[in-house]
């Protein structure tokens, strides 16, 4: 299984990125997809997943309201659409994802590269 992670960049502080993960290899249809980021100097962060099978999502209370999940359906690629971003935001942003769904937040399996976004201020 791979994850490929794309879409990071520089953006001001306000600005929007969209970020894509594309899976091969298999899929996560009783799994989930989810996306983390780490700063520099900071722990793993936990931003956003989406459960599979129903579609639905979770967001960290962090970014909601302006960052958002979704997927698309005629593959297996998912999207974290970053609105208002801030200096914050700054992170190395990771997608995983899982075969089974228990949790939002933890026993993510696969792991992509990570793709950088910076937000100046």
């Known amino acids: 299984v791979q994850l490929q992670a794309s879409g990071g960049g520089l953006v001001q502080a306000g600005g929007s990125l969209r970020l894509s993960c594309a899976a091969s290899?298999?899929?996560?249809?009783?799994?989930?997809m989810a996306w983390f980021r780490q700063a520099p100097g900071k722990e793993r962060e936990f931003v956003a997943a989406?459960?599979?099978?129903?579609?639905?999502?979770y967001i960290a209370d962090s970014v909601k309201g302006r960052f958002t999940i979704s997927r698309d359906n005629a593959g297996i690629t998912v999207y974290l659409q970053m609105n208002r971003l801030k200096f914050e935001d700054t992170a190395v942003y990771y997608c995983?994802?899982?075969?089974?769904?228990?949790?939002?937040?933890?026993?993510?399996?696969?792991w992509g590269q990570g793709t950088q976004v910076t937000v100046s201020s």
């Open positions: 995983a994802a899982k075969n089974q769904f228990r949790t939002w937040m933890a026993d993510y399996v696969y």
């Open positions: 290899g298999r899929t996560f249809s009783s799994g989930a």
């Open positions: 989406l459960r599979w099978s129903s579609g639905s999502t």
